[in-house]
């Protein structure tokens, strides 16, 4: 072989090892791409949640706003001028001897106008969910209208005298809370009402009565 041949062949064979390189090079540079491009559609740009984390957030927001406006629920709508409700009236839980079982709600108007007692007091031992059912029967024919200084009254059944309620439990408060006229809705705070002697036996038989404008109308169910 001459030498201009060995010369050739030597240029010859590094050039495709020179190639070899370079393929090789580019195989591994793509897979440095293609993590790098992964990682960023798992990160978003830098700095920054990516986009599902961003939603996850804002439905943890929300879910926290829903919460405390349903743990917000003892306040309601404002009183109208001329209905009776927390902070014109004065709530009282009276024990009485007769009819058993039962208690006497007393709201007293403090103000110096006029106001109504619309429908029944809605009434919650302890933490119910659910108020204390109202005895239908007691519906008066008109809401109660007191003029300053003078009293609306409710009467509560607190358990079943012939213990058809169960068991029961001791209920240590009552909340009692006013309504507004034609719709039924709570208006103004509830009102804590101190019950005779600290606590009372009430059981699943427990109803309470409309307002009445005297004390033997609303111990009479």
Known sequence: MSVTTRTRTRVAVAAIGAAAVLALTACGGGDD??????KADKSGPAGTASPAKDEEAAAEAKDGESGSAAGSSDKGKSAA????????????VKAVSAPVNHLLVVATNTSKSACTAHGYPFLRFDQDQATT???DKSRPQAPVTLAPG???YAGIVTSAADGSGGTGRKAKKLAVSFQGPGDGSS???KVDAPLPGGSVHVDDQAQGTYWQSSQAD???W
């Open 150 to 152: 003078k009293s609306a």
């Open 218 to 220: 609303a111990l009479k």
């Open 133 to 135: 059912p109202v005895i």
């Open 187 to 189: 208006v103004g705070d």
């Open 81 to 92: 001028p001329g209905v009776c409700a927390s902070g014109t009236v004065k709530v009282e």
């Open 33 to 38: 791409a293609g993590s790098a491009s992964d």
